[in-house]
Every structure is written in structure tokens, then in C-alpha cells.
């Protein structure tokens, strides 16, 4: 196979992904986010060269709605998914990941501070699939209702948001990104849209 230690052009997508699509170049069960891209763009995910191809930035799960970055810029990628700060005796993501999460259960105003300050302190996630029981980076929650709540993470465990309220006794029955470090998702970007970075959105991930 060949290999590319660099792209002739570097791609910098931002897409709002609709719910029922996942990351990966290939499904038997879903359809992919790369199938939403134009032919020549869906070339560069199957036929570029290792190194060069066109690839999301992390993943979103396939019932995850929002804020998706795809790029071939390699460097770029691993600088989003796998900076680090340390937090104690853990380490995640420097670039800060925020979602919108939709509850199944009200939480009262005394309760909102109770999860504000268990999320803040660092939580037991509780084990899922093939996952166990593992210690989150603290999270910042910031409430907008009873039933819907900003999460900003540092890291990107497996259902990470998903297992936070778990641990906190509730359920997360819609979840959407909104934002990538100083990059917000914006409204005139509909779901199943995308298009290139613009040069202001860029010095905002610090492509530039």
C-alpha cells in the first residue's frame, strides 16, 4: 500500500452530524458520515494513500448528533484528540470537548448543585460493554433546564457524557456536540451539512 508523508492539500471540514450515521468508512448497519460528502472527498477516504486520507477527528457515536471535524492533516488530528493535561494521577485531552445533553429525569435546583459538584470532584464511571468501572477527568456542568445540561470534558472515554449522569442516577436521552475547544457548532450549519473551516474558525483550533 502506498504511503503519503504528506497530503498535496490539506482538508479542514466542520460537519453537524445527524444522529443515525457513524465514523466509519465501512457499515454493514448504519450509513456513514462520509457518504454525506461529495464524490471527490469520498475518494480521498477510501483511495488516498495511508497518511493522506480524509478521516474524522475522534468519533462520535452513531446516536451523538453535532459538532464533527474531518481532515487528511494527520499532525492536526492527534493534536484535537491526544494533548494532554494531567489532572492528579489522570490525563486527557488539552482541546475541551462541550455537549448539550437531554435528561430523562428533572433535577431540582438543590440537585443541579449536587451534580455540578460531583461531576467537578472527578466520578466513578460505571462499566459498560467492554469497559469497566473507570475514573472521569472532572467535567464542567452547567445547566440550561431542569432536563438539559452542558457538559465540557477533557477527555473522550467510550459514552463518557453517557456514563456521567449514569453515575449520577440519571439517563442522557439526547446528546449533541456543540463545540471543540473555542469552536462552536453554529446554527446556519444544519444536520447532515458541512463545508470547509473558515480561516477564522481555523486560528480558533490553531491550524494556522
Avoid at 445527524?18 to 457518504?35: F, I, L, Q, R, W
Avoid at 440550561?144 to 449520577?168: D, N, P, Q, W
Wanted: charged share 25%; hydrophobic share 35%; proline share 4%.
Amino acid at each position: 500500500m502506498r504511503k503519503c508523508s504528506k497530503p498535496e492539500k490539506y482538508i479542514y471540514l466542520i460537519m453537524n452530524k445527524p444522529c443515525g450515521y457513524v465514523c466509519s468508512a465501512v457499515s454493514d448497519s448504519h450509513k456513514t458520515v462520509y457518504e454525506l460528502l461529495t464524490p471527490d472527498l469520498q475518494e480521498l477516504v477510501i483511495n488516498a494513500p495511508r497518511g493522506c486520507r480524509l478521516h474524522t477527528v475522534g468519533r462520535l457515536d452513531c446516536d451523538t448528533s453535532g459538532l464533527l471535524l474531518l481532515t487528511n492533516d494527520g499532525k492536526f488530528s492527534h493534536r484535537i484528540t491526544s494533548s494532554v493535561v494531567s489532572t492528579g494521577s489522570t490525563t486527557g485531552s488539552a482541546v475541551t470537548k462541550t455537549y448539550r445533553a437531554t435528561l430523562l429525569n428533572s433535577v431540582s435546583p438543590e440537585n443541579q448543585k449536587l451534580y455540578i459538584n460531583r461531576a467537578a470532584a472527578g466520578l466513578k464511571l460505571p462499566p459498560e460493554k467492554k469497559y469497566g468501572e473507570q475514573l472521569a477527568l472532572p467535567a464542567i456542568l452547567e445547566f440550561e433546564s431542569s432536563y438539559i445540561c452542558k457538559v465540557t470534558v477533557h477527555e473522550g472515554k467510550f459514552h463518557e457524557v453517557r456514563r456521567i449522569f449514569r453515575a449520577l442516577g440519571n439517563e442522557v436521552t439526547k446528546l449533541e456536540r456543540i463545540a471543540i475547544g473555542k469552536l462552536s457548532l453554529q446554527k446556519d450549519l444544519e444536520p447532515g451539512q458541512w463545508r470547509q473551516l473558515t480561516d477564522n474558525e481555523k486560528e480558533l483550533l490553531m491550524i494556522f
